[in-house]
């Protein structure tokens, strides 16, 4: 039996409050090897564990750091050294609600969730049912919430961004998922919400049959309701 598979059996019976041991126990049989099962447990441990401190990144991060839990390697961007492995916690807050934004490193990327907070209470918008996406970035207009994010990938400069959209009620409610193919080799120009929908522009193959090149779409998807 593998250590990874040591651990995974340890957290199933595991109570209370997350602690830093708890996370660094799946964290570190992990480092230079792929275990999916391991990654959602530290995702999720790791989302827990931050859950307890909404308001304060920095001294999160902190302890996250000081724990060894923040890979410094340059090739941690790239490689699957980056498994095992934390992304600094990123918050994102308008009015009542709070979006953190916590990951764990992956085999060539990152594995990213967007939680989401009322008034400091839980409310959803974990990833689920979808692949790992990387580069997560969390916006609000009005009584909407646009999460986006791209897949992570090797040998590939054709990846696919997902648009997340929320309405912000009580349950907060997902609108639709939207999946479109994007050249990573082009910079993805970024999207715009507002209070009935979002914008996007990003960069997919232009007319040659190959894909050589690319030319920028736009799109525009409105709330109906």
């Given at each position: 039996?593998?250590?990874?598979a040591?651990?995974?059996?340890?957290?199933?019976?595991?109570?209370?409050?997350?602690?830093?041991?708890?996370?660094?126990?799946?964290?570190?049989?992990?480092?230079?090897?792929?275990?999916?099962?391991?990654?959602?447990?530290?995702?999720?441990?790791?989302?827990?564990?931050?859950?307890?401190?909404?308001?304060?990144?920095?001294?999160?991060?902190?302890?996250l750091?000081?724990?060894?839990l923040?890979?410094h390697?340059?090739?941690?961007?790239?490689?699957?050294?980056?498994?095992?492995y934390?992304?600094?916690?990123?918050?994102?807050?308008?009015?009542?609600?709070?979006?953190?934004?916590?990951?764990?490193?992956?085999?060539?990327?990152?594995?990213?969730?967007?939680?989401?907070?009322?008034?400091?209470?839980?409310?959803?918008?974990?990833?689920?049912?979808?692949?790992?996406?990387?580069?997560l970035?969390?916006?609000?207009?009005?009584?909407?919430?646009?999460?986006?994010g791209?897949?992570?990938?090797?040998?590939?400069?054709?990846?696919r961004?997902?648009?997340?959209?929320?309405?912000?009620?009580?349950?907060?409610?997902?609108?639709?998922?939207?999946?479109?193919?994007?050249?990573?080799?082009?910079?993805?120009?970024?999207?715009?919400?507002?209070?009935?929908?979002?914008?996007?522009?990003?960069?997919?193959?232009?007319?040659?049959?190959?894909?050589?090149?690319?030319?920028?779409?736009?799109?525009?998807?409105?709330?109906?309701?």
């Amino acid at each position: 039996m593998t250590r990874i598979a040591c651990w995974l059996m340890v957290a199933a019976f595991l109570q209370g409050a997350t602690s830093l041991d708890q996370i660094k126990a799946i964290a570190e049989p992990m480092r230079g090897q792929r275990s999916p099962a391991a990654s959602a447990e530290f995702k999720r441990l790791l989302r827990e564990w931050s859950q307890e401190r909404i308001g304060d990144t920095d001294s999160l991060n902190g302890d996250l750091d000081r724990a060894g839990l923040f890979c410094h390697a340059i090739a941690c961007d790239t490689t699957q050294i980056a498994s095992g492995y934390a992304i600094p916690v990123r918050r994102v807050a308008e009015g009542d609600w709070t979006a953190m934004i916590t990951g764990v490193g992956i085999y060539c990327g990152t594995d990213e969730d967007a939680t989401f907070y009322r008034g400091g209470k839980r409310v959803g918008g974990e990833t689920s049912g979808l692949p790992p996406l990387s580069k997560l970035q969390v916006e609000f207009a009005g009584n909407l919430a646009l999460v986006t994010g791209v897949t992570t990938s090797c040998v590939s400069a054709w990846q696919r961004v997902f648009f997340r959209l929320y309405r912000l009620d009580e349950k907060l409610t997902l609108l639709g998922t939207i999946e479109r193919n994007i050249n990573i080799v082009e910079p993805r120009r970024g999207q715009r919400l507002d209070p009935t929908g979002f914008t996007a522009e990003i960069p997919y193959r232009g007319i040659d049959p190959f894909a050589t090149f690319t030319r920028p779409h736009v799109i525009r998807y409105e709330v109906d309701g």
